[in-house]
Each structure stands twice: as C-alpha cells, then as structure tokens.
C-alpha cells in the first residue's frame, strides 16, 4: 500500500481521534500494516504525516518495547496481552508450588501434558516385617509419576528414607487405587512416625 493510499483515507478536516485505516489480522496496528506494506516512515513520522494529535496516546513501538510480540511469547494464549500474562502467572505460581509439600493435593507441574499433582500422606509408625497400607483419599488416581518419603525414630531423631534398601533396613513402598503402602522386611516399628510424596496424575484430566 503507497503512501498516497493511506493519505487518501482521511480528510484534510479530519479532528477526531479514531482509527485510522483497517484492520488487519491478528489485531496488527495501522501503523505496522504499513511498514507490512513496505512503508519506511518512522512510527513518529508516520503520525506527522497525517497531521493528526495522537499524544495521549501510547505507541505500538512503545508497546512492544514493554511486552514485546504477542506471537513471541511462549504461552498458548496469544489472543490478547491480558490473557498472555495471565496464563504466564499462572505458570510462575506451579514454579513455586514444586516446592511446596502439603497434606492438600496440589498441582505441581506436568507430566506429558497433563496435569501433575502432589500430595503427602501420613503413614504413621513402621511395620514390623510386615506390609502397611494407608488410604490415601486420592480420586481418579491415573499414573504414580513418584513415590518415596521418610521414617523418623522420635526419640533420637533418626531418620530413615522410604524406599531403602541399605543393609537391615529393606523399605519399600507404592501405591493403588485406594491406598499407599508401606513395607519393612525386619522390625522398623521403633521408627514412630512417617510419610509418604505422592506424585501422580489424574484419570479426568
């Protein structure tokens, strides 16, 4: 489009402050249909050329400056800069909730796509030789991405992890439907409390 086409569509007694020019597609200014079109003007130079009093009003240079393109973004919605911003928020808060440990199912990430949740579950004291289950309240249980914890021995503070195998220790654990489930291969019972991380997906997701 030449210059004197896009002088052509306004009128020397134009006062208003509306738009000028089209619309193109994916919300283009009129200003970048321009140089789209091989215009060579500046954004400023463009504005002078047409007479019109656009001071108030911020610039698509300016604009880009700050948030830059929409189409560079890495976010799926691209329909406006609001939504962009929205969705790239909500990808910060899971960034800090994959820290977060709580006895309340949150999502912590992705898994293939899908949502990924997280949730710890108390197990309570170890079993003796035995295997324990507990339930774990989960609906819709799809994929357990991961499952491991710890024991601890109260009255000394030790520690064990869930699943170990070192020498005299042999603790296992996993998950179903209904529950999780831990199991000793020797008397761990003296270790009085502890917990199992589930990490999982979701059969409605």
């Not at 489009?1 to 007694?13: P, V």
């Not at 994929?143 to 699943?163: F, Q």
Request: aromatic fraction near 8%.
């Amino acid at each position: 489009m030449s210059e004197n086409m896009l002088r052509g569509s306004l009128t020397s007694n134009t006062s208003s402050k509306g738009t000028l020019g089209f619309k193109g597609e994916r919300g283009y200014s009129n200003y970048e249909i321009y140089v789209k079109n091989g215009g060579t003007m500046t954004e400023q130079e463009w504005l002078d050329h047409f007479g019109v009093d656009l001071t108030d009003y911020i610039k698509t240079s300016e604009v880009n400056a700050i948030v830059g393109d929409l189409e560079d973004l890495e976010t799926t919605d691209k329909t406006d800069v609001v939504s962009a911003i929205n969705e790239l928020n909500t990808n910060v808060n899971s960034l800090d909730d994959r820290d977060n440990y709580s006895t309340t199912e949150q999502v912590v990430g992705t898994w293939f796509g899908k949502p990924k949740y997280r949730k710890v579950i108390e197990c309570g004291a170890l079993p003796n030789n035995a295997n324990k289950d507990i339930a774990h309240n989960i609906q819709n249980l799809g994929i357990t991405t991961d499952c491991r914890g710890m024991a601890v021995r109260t009255s000394d503070s030790r520690a064990l992890t869930i699943p170990d195998s070192t020498p005299n220790a042999e603790i296992s654990c996993g998950a179903t439907n209904e529950n999780v489930y831990i199991t000793t291969h020797n008397d761990r019972s003296s270790f009085d409390d502890s917990f199992l991380i589930l990490e999982y997906t979701k059969t409605t997701d």
